[in-house]
């Protein structure tokens, strides 16, 4: 038996998320079906990063165990030809029979998309969020700034949460202007629920001139929901990638110095669905 890990894009739209569900079609039962049709053994995979409805990837992680003889590295190619053209693997290999990404240190970076004009853009429609109104870039940079380090982000975190604690690290965020575009990049080692997107929705509250940057810091201590900015849409998220540290994080990444200063440039789950496994993070 060994263990294999695969590194999987998806453009999320047709997607009711990762997780397995009884009401309509996910990355995880794609996946499950083309591997089972491949190896001619029943496959279910684990996901590092329950995506939700709508939220594409270019870097997400899950992990399966096999008996089959094919080589690690030779799934991902074999799997081209079984997988819609919406999900690819891009990467297989073996890992330890115990390993899982989501039992490791990680740093997740999530990229939120805007698309910026009078017209909205059909070729660009699904993987970004279509905003005409305009926005303050600078006023979104200096906001985006109060959010790094180590926070209490329950004013940034979907009704429901069952966390432990709201207590997470952003270690840089970036608002880049890229033509039409707009790109806020978080970077973090741990996110809440829909925590990227509220995110997202306070940024832009505070581009439209809504929300005042330097109210970040008391939003952040109120722990109040109801002060933060609205979740923006899931079109715009994409999870670039998962950056793993099975033996702990460098002390360097974690220490002041490794939060990046030029900010102007335990990830949580909502509750288990009870059928279908495993539930979205972002």
């Not at 594409?56 to 030809?81: R, Y």
């Not at 840089?172 to 970077?187: A, N």
């Not at 715009?236 to 990046?260: A, D, N, W």
């Given at each position: ?5 695969l ?41 590092a ?27 991902a ?8 053209e ?28 805007i ?99 330097e ?55 909502p509750?288990?669905?009870k ?8």
């Amino acid at each position: 038996m060994k263990r294999i890990m695969l590194t999987v894009a998806y453009e999320g739209t047709a997607y009711h998320g990762w997780q397995l569900e009884p009401t309509g079609l996910t990355v995880e039962e794609v996946l499950n079906g083309a591997l089972t049709g491949l190896l001619g053994e029943e496959i279910r995979v684990s996901g590092a990063s329950r995506t939700d409805a709508g939220v594409h990837a270019l870097g997400n992680l899950c992990v399966f165990d096999t008996e089959s003889p094919i080589p690690p590295e030779k799934i991902a190619p074999a799997l081209l030809g079984r997988l819609p053209e919406d999900v690819v693997v891009r990467a297989s290999r073996e890992v330890p029979a115990d390993f899982h990404p989501r039992r490791c240190d990680s740093v997740k970076t999530y990229e939120y998309t805007i698309y910026r004009d009078t017209l909205p853009n059909p070729l660009v429609r699904r993987q970004s969020y279509f905003f005409y109104r305009p926005l303050d870039v600078e006023a979104m940079r200096r906001a985006g700034a109060y959010l790094a380090g180590k926070h209490d982000f329950k004013s940034f975190c979907a009704a429901g949460s069952q966390a432990e604690t709201t207590v997470r690290r952003i270690l840089s965020l970036t608002v880049r202007e890229d033509g039409p575009f707009l790109r806020i990049e978080v970077k973090g080692t741990g996110f809440l629920y829909n925590m990227v997107r509220i995110i997202a929705g306070t940024l832009i509250k505070a581009g439209l001139g809504q929300l005042d940057p330097e109210e970040i810091p008391a939003v952040l201590a109120a722990k109040d929901r109801r002060l933060a900015g609205p979740t923006a849409p899931p079109e715009g998220l994409c999870l670039k990638k998962i950056e793993l540290y099975p033996e702990g994080f460098p002390p360097e990444l974690l220490s002041p110095e490794g939060i990046r200063p030029e900010l102007s440039d335990p990830e949580e789950f909502p509750p288990e669905r009870k059928k279908g496994g495993e539930n979205g993070s972002e």
